[in-house]
């Protein structure tokens, strides 16, 4: 039998902190998932930003970056998430449709309540933030590859805080185990389970001591399209068998060889590895 005191108790509190009262809005409660988002993405903000300035590209170049990042980000995840995970929810009613482009949930009584985006998928955001960066460089027109490695590089410290946030909010949470260092997420249920959020932030968090420490030592790579080749092998390499420790998220995938997470990663990790063999065949 199992016993529950040798195993980590999780409960924190949603809200990180409140501002306000703010004229017109009230008092605003800032979540522990949005501040990892900003803090993730804050920090890749300053890796690229120095990126720019050691290969002297102009600042009017770096400046729509972030923009169009954020965005990219943001719609590719939450669709990623509402068309791999929840079509039948999303896509079979007007209301569906709506909570898809709205950060809000129609409420059963009637009316409606503002919950923010409350399903975002990681491979959604992966796509978005390509297709974003695409638009990027056909506007600045800047070299595609030269783009895509720098944002590679920094790429780990965003997603080391997004599962920083997913652990805050006790989701995507792992199978039962009985390993010592098991999390009981007390806003799910009182057995012990792998802390896959966890497992992935610290992967996230070495994946960017690796890519800067390349950088140092390999800096011609850069504008090849290895560093971004590299990045996706070996980010969705590390998702594809990480999944196995994790519950599945939607019951369709109970009936699934491998689970959606997986199914996803294999078109990353075969177009990562591409990208890393056309690399060093161009050098």
């Known amino acids: 039998m199992m016993n529950l005191l040798n195993y980590i108790l999780w409960d924190p509190d949603l809200i990180a902190f409140k501002l306000g009262p703010i004229p017109l809005l009230g008092t605003i409660a800032v979540r522990w998932y ?75 009584e009637g009316g409606w309540k503002l919950i923010g985006y409350a399903g975002l998928a990681s491979h959604g955001g992966t796509l978005g933030l390509m297709i974003a960066l695409w638009m990027y460089v056909r ?29 805050m909010n006790s989701e995507i949470i792992g199978k039962i185990t009985d390993v010592p260092w098991a999390f009981i997420f007390e806003k799910v249920d009182a057995v012990p389970r792998h802390p896959g959020q966890l497992y992935e932030a610290i992967a996230y968090a070495i994946l960017f001591v690796i890519m800067w420490t390349l950088h140092k030592k390999m800096p011609e790579k850069i504008g090849t399209g290895w560093y971004f080749g590299f990045c996706l092998t070996y980010i969705f390499t590390f998702r594809f068998f990480i999944e196995y420790t994790k519950e599945i998220q939607e019951a369709f995938e109970a009936s699934l060889p491998i689970d959606m997470g997986q199914i996803l990663s294999i078109p990353f ?15």
């Open 34 to 108: 949005g501040l990892m988002w900003i803090i993730g993405l804050a920090l890749a903000y300053f890796v690229v930003q120095r990126l720019y300035k050691e290969q002297k590209i102009k600042d009017e170049y770096f400046d729509p970056l972030f923009i169009y990042c954020f965005f990219g980000i943001l719609i590719g995840a939450r669709l990623g998430h509402c068309l791999f995970y929840e079509p039948d929810y999303f896509l079979t009613s007007a209301k569906g449709f709506a909570e898809m482009i709205l950060p809000i949930r129609f409420l059963p």
């Open 139 to 167: 506007k600045t027109k800047l070299g595609i590859w030269t783009v895509l490695d720098n944002i590679a590089i920094a790429t780990g410290t965003t997603a080391c805080f997004i599962r920083l946030g997913n652990l």
């Open 269 to 283: 990790i075969i177009l990562g590895t591409f990208c890393m063999i056309r690399a060093n065949k161009k050098a």
